[in-house]
């Protein structure tokens, strides 16, 4: 399907179930280069209703609704932790994708452990052994997220779906974003709410099977590798996008990433307990790696805590408490979590 024809079919869209077609900020249409396609979560509530209900034969997205994660061990010989924020993360996309699939791609067994056991019992899920590239362009690849960029592209390549990264946590149906007829969607991520563009962010991607965006990008990945810069795989993802701007919808911030990896951004999503606007959210990044930075402070250590008890998490009323209750609620009524699991562990909370 050319691309006008593709635009002009998900403005319909947008339009026939009572979405905002056209903001200040951002308006859905043929863009310049380096402007966004936007697609709002309400635009398709009809739309995701009448599709839930006629059941996943009934589903006729170009993409197809399997979740990817990433899981790494330096050698392999190591076996691979999972946390109760992994289980959360997992889960949450199980409660509000409803996938067919979700596939944890790792070189490693996982640790014995009552959330490793927990992640395992997801329905769907599926352990997916992967040799991790060590080397591209001639480099050697040292570090595990720059070995992860390769496996999670390889991933969607293969089978298509949406990749996740542990840290990222779906409150909402994604499905509307999987009939948009484009080949990737991707999300900016921004400092200050967005008054400072931060670019592209990869820890959430969206892709049909065999996109030639994404074969772009893996062949840039390979070329321009370089082991010293942290984004190097990031640089390579945003000049693609940028040359084949048409063939993908980059959504605003608060899509995906509502909140930055700032000590300022981790208060507003960990701390802050004021009620926020969901309805233009499909994921909330949490940013974990750069907690490590932060938590020599009073409120890291504290959100470190935080982080690793349900309870609290569960029964607490922060942003991210907020954003993650629905599908502990749902993991309680399955199941596949229970009250026994919620007990406040963590004296200094």
Request: with cysteine; hydrophobic share 40%.
């Amino acid at each position: 399907m050319e691309v006008s024809a593709r635009l002009s079919c998900a403005s319909k869209r947008l339009t026939d179930f009572g979405g905002p077609v056209a903001s200040r900020e951002f308006d859905f249409g043929i863009r310049k280069r380096g402007e966004t396609h936007v697609a709002w979560p309400q635009a398709f509530s009809a739309q995701a209703q009448a599709q839930a209900q006629a059941g996943p034969g009934a589903d006729q997205a170009q993409v197809p609704n399997i979740v990817h994660f990433v899981a790494l061990s330096p050698d392999g010989s190591q076996p691979r932790q999972y946390t109760f924020k992994s289980w959360l993360s997992v889960y949450s996309a199980y409660h509000h994708l409803q996938p067919h699939r979700i596939m944890v791609h790792t070189n490693a067994r996982a640790e014995e452990s009552k959330w490793s056991k927990a992640i395992a019992d997801i329905p769907g899920l599926e352990f997916v052994n992967v040799v991790p590239p060590q080397a591209a362009g001639g480099k050697k690849i040292t570090h595990l997220a720059h070995q992860s960029d390769f496996v999670r592209v390889e991933a969607l390549l293969t089978h298509g779906g949406v990749y996740l990264d542990f840290d990222a946590f779906p409150i909402r149906d994604m499905s509307p974003l999987r009939h948009l007829l484009f080949g990737v969607v991707v999300g900016n991520q921004a400092t200050d709410f967005g008054k400072r563009p931060a670019g592209i962010c990869n820890a959430v991607i969206q892709a049909e099977p065999n996109s030639s965006v994404l074969q772009s990008i893996q062949k840039g990945m390979h070329a321009r590798f370089d082991p010293n810069k942290w984004v190097t795989n990031l640089e390579v993802l945003a000049g693609v996008v940028q040359e084949r701007h048409n063939e993908v919808i980059v959504l605003p911030h608060h899509a995906l990433h509502p909140f930055d990896w700032t000590k300022e951004g981790h208060h507003e999503l960990y701390i802050n307990s004021e009620p926020w606007d969901w309805r233009y959210t499909y994921t909330i990044h949490g940013f974990f790696s750069q907690l490590r930075g932060h938590e020599h402070t009073h409120e890291g250590r504290y959100i470190k805590k935080y982080l690793d008890d349900p309870g609290t998490v569960f029964r607490g009323s922060s942003r991210f408490s907020q954003a993650v209750h629905s599908a502990m609620q749902g993991a309680l009524e399955a199941g596949h979590l229970h009250e026994s699991d919620l007990v406040h562990s963590n004296d200094a909370l």
